[in-house]
């Protein structure tokens, strides 16, 4: 799975994006390690839910483009369950088309998870080493 998510996803860009403005606070070192961790929690979270999968469509809707990126709409039908409209959110910025976001039912995973690490850091003193902890205690490393 990880090979794909590398080929697929601009792991590190969604990450630097995720962080806000305590990317430009955090050391080098704590940098590098909030991406190490970004990328073993996006690994595990997508892990987990991959038997959710099963017998799972996906229907090509439409494509548009908006300040430089695409938006690819896709209906995903679960067995039992109402389609979804999901859009895959796709930069040309790192010179090859990659996913940057995932917008589904008209929810930004990427600005949802920005939400919940800036309220984490404010609730934390705006401590990036307690952000790196909580992330290290989810991925159990």
Not at 86 to 108: K, N
Not at 116 to 131: F, I, P, Q
Request: aromatic share 8%; with cysteine.
């Amino acid at each position: 799975m990880q090979p794909l998510l590398e080929q697929a996803v601009d792991i590190n860009q969604i990450a630097q994006f995720c962080l806000g403005r305590y990317w430009r606070t955090a050391t080098p070192p704590q940098q590098q390690r909030y991406l190490q961790l970004f990328h073993a929690v996006l690994l595990n979270n997508i892990s987990s839910k991959l038997g959710e999968f099963q017998g799972v469509t996906f229907r090509p809707t439409t494509t548009t483009q908006r300040e430089g990126d695409f938006y690819v709409g896709t209906i995903i039908q679960r067995p039992n369950q109402q389609p979804n409209n999901v859009q895959w959110v796709i930069s040309l910025a790192s010179g090859r088309p990659l996913i940057v976001d995932v917008i589904a039912e008209g929810t930004s995973l990427r600005l949802t998870q920005r939400s919940d690490y800036a309220a984490y850091l404010s609730r934390n003193g705006n401590s990036v080493d307690a952000l790196l902890i909580a992330m290290q205690r989810q991925v159990g490393a």
